[in-house]
């Protein structure tokens, strides 16, 4: 065992010069940077719509690029696609296996995808040609279960699952071509940056890293957080992560410091974040949490500014639309709810 | 989405750290000098010591925390729903209400955080206690649960009655309050960890990941990819926090005007006005663009190259400057990025004939060492063949063309022509004065006067919460 425990020294070793070279960078404080900011008064969002249909637990929903349909996923084995104005159902998806935890819709809206304790991805084309929504693949090779998906583009789908990987599809083919290993714990999220160059994925070993999808590598790691992290996002410029943990706080991580620079916490908050959404100036941040409620962080000046008290249990999933005009949060009370 | 998972010891790991925090507020509350004043409440004929109201743990976590009325009832809510108070009236209402109701605090022995998970045996112990004492108390359902038990661990029934007994005989030699504290402590404690149906089970944790065991395994391949891994990071650039926090501000300031959660959005926000203008102005192709839109290209290259219109407009300006053909090829690379895997070959020869053969049509300009690698690799095409040379177009363009268009009148013209619509005005309620915004924007930055722009047809709760960020 002497080579194992040279090895892990060396490795020890090298992350605490991560962290040493870190610190050298870090010169300001967010007081200073953000002193000169207008303050945000309290933010106050009403629900505008009540999406009911589902039987069960929702676990999932994400937004299509036109800002007005979303598609969310339900313990009572639906995959629905919403009108969100009319609150009309375009499409309910009769899934093979219910345990399902995480949708996808492509950007291009045309499909939608979603997998959980069947270890598989499974994508549906919406646009078929008989009007019907078949399975148009099923992608299976994971050997953990499906944590969450998202697609690049209609050939390309990356997912994240159980098995501490994450996974680049060719959906045609239905092939993995690339496996980003490296997590040490489930990894539970992951989200896409705005140029699809890189992905990041929050994990159970507490930390998130960020992948370079071309050269197939984690370019970055980052730490700090004390419990699982649930949720992840992209600050909307693309040069920072949010992510979103069991321990009741979200974390900011800049990508060209290298390191965390925020954190979003108060000792009134105890129940662990399950979803966060960043608003489109990115000023922002919506985190819906286990106790039901979603908080609402002013992010430059890390201060709660609202909170959305609506739903009768557990937030599980949340989503800002892509013109930013409105929040939609999923609940295990099987409703989702429109806000703005 | 918090997932439930077993971890070493049985303990669901999510929720621990959830009860730790309320546990400190717990003690914080309990203690001597400066927590909570308690009393003795009269239960019918008893005297039950060291209760507390309602609105007393209201008012101290208010003060406790400097919080507003409805966070201390949230907090409180949430210590009721968890068992770490429990009501005195009413045993089975897990609410807190803020009034004269009585509570207690639930001793440690039976946190849920320190009996996890409730057994079997115990709750078949606790039914059996009930059944011996007064027969005829327990409700339906623990009758049902009770049978069910009875028939699963038959084996140890004999040892069950037994408890139940020997309990049941100890608590006969106790003062009555101390008996009747016992048993409310009790109840409280199976009310949360065997609810009642139909009541909400605080303890779900949702769907039961299986226990991977085929996980990462540390042995030396690991150890050495990681090792890797550190040192590629070690040795990346990295830049000051001061300039990173400094971009997210001005990012910030510069899209807040685009960000209708911070500034509403005009002519009308769709959600409550049923009227889906906005949408129609921004689809993706329109005679006239708004003016926000024309302005969001010159926020960077990418907002250009990302819109359709803007790329159609850029393209124009382009053409006309004979270099059009440096915005095609990109295009052309990025198709076959995204695109599908079986057309690749078919794409890579087209933009060869197209841009990169000699005397092509619309030949493009690269440095022959890039020109070079990119033949060379054409021969044996795959998805990221042209990333090099688009590359070099890319940075072509975005520092040299890109900001000339952004100066030039075409763009200009396109920004003053730049649609900025009215506010809609909202039809006024008869005995309203003031006509509402139909476009309010919810976050309260400029002085705006903000009205409850409510939704004419009432659909859904009005599910609005403010909180005046609490710090402790």
Known sequence: MGEMEELRKEMENLKDQITAARKTFQDSTLQEAAAGVTVVGRVQLKTRKTLRGHLAKIYAMHWGTDSTLCVSASQDGKLIVWDTITTNKVNAIPLKSSWVMTCAYAPSGNLVACGGLDNMCSIYNLKGKDGNVKVMRELAAHTGYLSCCRFLSDTEIITSSGDCTCVLWDIETGTQKTVFAGHQGDAMSLGVSPDFKFFISGACDFTAKLWDIREAECRQTFGGHESDINAIGFFPNGNAVITGSDDATCKLYDLRADQELLTYQDSSIMCGVTSLAPSKSGRLLLAGHDDFNVNIWDMLKAERVGVLAGHDNRVSCIGVSTDGMACCTGSWDSFLKIWN | ?472
């Open chain 2, 1 to 472: 989405m918090t997932i439930n998972t077993m971890a070493k010891g049985g303990w669901h790991r999510d929720q621990m750290s959830c009860f730790r925090k309320m546990e400190k507020v717990i003690v914080a509350m309990q203690d001597p000098d400066m927590g909570m004043k308690m009393r003795n409440q009269r239960l019918l004929i008893t005297v039950i010591p060291h209760a507390m109201t309602g609105r007393d743990i209201i008012d101290w976590l208010m003060k406790k925390y400097n919080i507003c009325e409805e966070e201390s009832l949230h907090i409180s809510g949430l210590l009721v729903r968890y068992g770490y108070i429990y009501p005195l009236k009413e045993p089975r209402s897990l609410v807190l209400r803020p009034d004269e109701s009585p509570y207690r605090f639930q001793t440690p022995y039976f946190w849920t955080s320190t009996r996890w998970p409730a057994s079997e045996l115990d709750y078949a112990i606790y039914l059996a206690k009930k059944n011996i004492r007064k027969q005829g108390e327990l409700m339906e359902y623990e009758k049902e649960r009770y049978s069910v038990l009875h028939k699963r661990i038959n084996h140890t029934w004999d040892f069950v009655v037994m408890q139940a007994r020997e309990q049941l005989r100890a608590s006969k030699q106790r003062r009555k309050a101390d008996r009747i504290v016992l048993e409310c402590q009790e109840q409280a404690y199976w009310l949360i960890n065997r609810p009642p149906p139909g009541a909400r089970n605080v303890l779900d944790m949702g769907l039961e990941r299986p226990n991977n065991t085929a996980r990462v395994t540390l042995n030396s391949e690991h150890y050495k990819n990681e090792i890797d891994t550190c040192k590629r990071a070690l040795g990346r650039n990295r830049v000051k926090s001061s300039i990173c926090l400094e971009g997210f501000v001005k990012y910030s300031e510069q899209y807040q005007n685009h960000d209708p959660i911070m500034q509403g959005c005009l002519p009308s926000n769709p959600w409550i006005s049923d009227d889906s203008a906005h949408w129609t102005m921004n689809l993706e192709t329109v005679p006239t663009p708004t003016r926000l839109r024309v302005e969001r290209w010159s926020f960077s290259f990418m907002e250009l190259l990302n819109d359709e219109m803007g790329r159609r407009e850029f393209m124009t300006y382009l053409e006309k400057e004979f270099s059009g053909e440096n915005l095609g090829f990109w295009q052309a690379c990025e198709d076959i990025k995204h695109g599908e895997s079986s057309r690749i070959v078919e794409k890579v020869e087209e933009i060869y004939r197209n841009f990169l053969a000699p005397g092509a049509p619309r030949w493009v300009n690269i440095d022959s060492k890039t020109m070079d690698k990119t033949l060379s690799g054409i021969r044996h095409p795959h998805r990221f063949v042209m990333e090099d040379a688009q590359m070099h177009i890319y940075f072509l363009i975005k520092k040299d063309s890109y900001p000339r268009y952004l100066k030039s009148d075409l763009y200009k013209n396109m920004l003053a022509k730049g649609i900025v619509p009215q506010e809609t005005k909202k039809s006024v309620f008869p005995f309203m004065r003031r006509q509402r915004h139909s476009s309010p924007s919810p976050a309260q930055v400029a002085t705006q006067a903000t009205e409850e722009g409510g939704n004419a047809k009432g659909a859904g709760q009005a599910g609005t919460n403010s909180a005046a960020g609490s710090n402790v």
